[in-house]
């Protein structure tokens, strides 16, 4: 234990971008000191580097993405985007999906649930218990290990549940690399591809299959003559930590498809499958919808991924990658998630802007694969050197605390089900709020729940709400625009083109400016959450300690050049501003006649708009 303050403050992985030259196919293999002027994308060790490999790199850095006056498709052929509605859906119509309906990647960046400095304090040497109840990936998992302060020696208990054998396999799968790697830079090369990269090196396909395989299949043969449905535990040793996976035996069979290429599924055929879902025809108009948002060296970096599906620096050679991801592939026929899929969903943009990945500053993902590869790093050495106990389970997250046995948690994260299109808020908090452990164990025990969707559920219901009393809500459209205006004034210009990028554009950023409190409220109130709270003896905390209510949201007032920056940035990045956290906490006494009596539930929609009204009214705006 004495080794793990020394060890978090001497990592060594300072980002070391190479030089791109490879214009004889053998990579130049010294450091990139300098970057392409053109681009930023870049960086090479010498200018002669640089010159012999302009005859390579010309058409990327004088790509039309790179030109401010790149159009999309729909205007080069003088069409109508697919995604504008009829007369009576408007300017986006309804919401496309395309694609598998998984979540292999994240969605919203990762947050560290502990903030043990904004909690219990940096000098807490107690154990920690997280439950990841949803999890999907286990980026925030992950993110809260590594951002422990290096001082504390605390015992981590954590477990983390999803319902999707897909999620599940692959996060044994990423524990276990860390877990068996003894070097923290092959250990954190190996998770990042097998998390985001269609492709991988055979090096490590081979540790895939000739390491990693063993742990599970030396289960599956113990296990073979079990009943299909039973529930089997293994837990592995890995010196001050363990790895426990409780599946049933059918699913532990499963597990071995996720470490083996499907037969005769070769580099370019899954290339073609993965293009089948992510360049299909029908979608090119959502896709360009995207880049508009964006900057120009941004759409170049999403256009190179979307192409190969490798998460690398923009100029570092590929020629290396020629497996098949078989964590993703394990149908062969199928690219496990939606289009619009991406790497950079699932972490901070702002962070990533401000890490120094060398001089390459305008290589998004190159300063993705550079930030996890370091933070992938510190989390190797945290286990390495932490008490730490992972448990890894595959239920419903509805019967999860009937798998938990009576377990308290300090904290608790179960992402996005509480909206209403899964679990809900009432179901949510019954299911959960037992979990948390009490005051006086542990005053700053804490569940997190996260809504993505509450903003748009409110709005869909105020489309079909009177006029009179929607009225409010809707405001006025021609403010709006001059608020976005204030933060990109470039966009105010007139164009002859009704779907001219920078309208669409304008039209993507007024999401950024509504009064999303406004929403958020009647949300609440239409869905009744302190009843729903106090029926189980839970609050909401009035002051967050974990994640602040609207991590991704403008802040509002003077448009500073920072804060035009900032909004570039949101916009361009995966988030509306609309993400809501709200922080619970048990009440530190169940009030005097207990549980509240049961009450006849009503429908969101009728609920919410008395809470319209009842909005409405306070603001005194049914005054005569």
Request: glycine share 8%.
């Amino acid at each position: 234990m004495e080794a793990l303050g020394d060890a978090m403050n001497n990592l060594g992985l300072t980002p070391k971008p190479w030089c791109c030259n490879n214009s004889e196919s053998i990579p130049c293999g010294k450091p990139g000191t300098f970057a392409c002027k053109g681009c930023l994308m870049l960086t090479y060790c010498s200018k002669s580097c640089q010159k012999a490999h302009w005859g390579t790199h010309r058409k990327d850095c004088k790509s039309p993405f790179m030109k401010q006056t790149w159009e999309p498709r729909w205007m080069v052929q003088n069409r109508t985007p697919a995604f504008v509605g009829g007369p009576q859906q408007g300017w986006f119509g309804t919401q496309q999906y395309f694609g598998t309906p998984k979540y292999l990647w994240g969605n919203v960046p990762a947050i560290d649930i502990v903030q043990l400095r904004r909690n219990e304090g940096v000098d807490f040497e107690g154990p920690i218990s997280m439950l990841f109840a949803a999890s999907g990936d286990i980026r925030n998992a992950i993110f809260s290990v590594a951002s422990l302060p290096p001082s504390y020696r605390g015992t981590l208990n954590i477990v983390i549940n999803d319902r999707e054998l897909d999620i599940v396999a692959r996060n044994i799968i990423f524990l276990l690399i860390f877990f068996a790697e003894d070097d923290p830079i092959v250990a954190s090369e190996n998770v990042l591809h097998m998390w985001y990269s269609a492709l991988v090196p055979e090096s490590c396909y081979n540790r895939l299959r000739e390491n990693i395989k063993l742990f599970v299949k030396e289960v599956c043969n113990e296990i073979a003559e079990n009943s299909g449905t039973a529930l089997l535990e293994k837990t592995w040793q890995f010196g001050t930590g363990s790895l426990r996976v409780v599946l049933t035996r059918d699913n532990w069979l499963s597990l071995l498809r996720y470490f083996d290429i499907s037969q005769g599924l070769t580099k370019d055929k899954a290339q073609q499958v993965r293009q089948s879902t992510v360049s299909a025809t029908e979608r090119i108009d959502y896709v360009d919808r995207a880049l508009c948002k964006m900057s120009p060296s941004g759409r170049m970096g999403m256009a190179k991924f979307r192409e190969d599906g490798i998460l690398l620096p923009f100029g570092q050679i590929r020629e290396t990658f020629t497996r098949p991801n078989p964590t993703l592939f394990v149908s062969p026929n199928e690219w496990p998630m939606m289009d619009g899929a991406d790497p950079t969903a699932g972490w901070s943009m702002r962070a990533l802007a401000e890490f120094d990945a060398g001089p390459a500053t305008n290589d998004v993902y190159g300063k993705l694969y550079f930030y996890l590869k370091d933070l992938f790093a510190s989390f190797h050495r945290r286990i390495r050197y932490s008490p730490i106990i992972f448990e890894l389970l595959h239920v419903d997250a509805r019967v999860l605390p009937t798998s938990l046995a009576g377990r308290r948690f300090d904290r608790v994260d179960v992402g996005n089900i509480c909206d209403m299109a899964y679990l809900g808020i009432d179901t949510t908090l019954e299911t959960f709020g037992s979990l948390l452990q009490p005051p006086s164990v542990n005053s700053h025990a804490t569940l997190i729940t996260l809504f993505l969707n509450a903003i748009a559920d409110v709005m869909l219901m105020i489309d079909n709400v009177p006029a009179f009393i929607a009225a409010p809500f809707i405001g006025d459209q021609g403010d709006s625009m001059r608020k976005v205006l204030q933060y990109m004034p470039e966009l105010g210009r007139r164009h002859a083109h009704p779907q001219h990028p920078n309208f669409v554009k304008a039209i993507c950023a007024l999401s950024l400016v509504y009064d999303m409190e406004m929403y958020f409220d009647c949300y609440m109130d239409g869905h009744d959450f302190k009843h729903s709270a106090s029926a189980v003896g839970l609050q909401m905390k009035s002051s967050h300690t974990i994640v602040d209510p609207w991590p991704w949201r403008i802040s509002g007032g003077r448009p500073t050049p920072k804060a035009r920056e900032e909004f570039a940035l949101l916009l361009s990045s995966a988030q509306t501003g609309q993400e809501r956290f709200v922080e619970w906490k048990l009440a530190s006494e169940i009030p005097v006649g207990g549980v509240p009596e049961y009450s006849m539930p009503v429908s969101f929609e009728a609920s919410a708009l008395l809470a319209l009204a009842a909005c409405i009214g306070a603001a005194g705006l049914f005054r005569t």
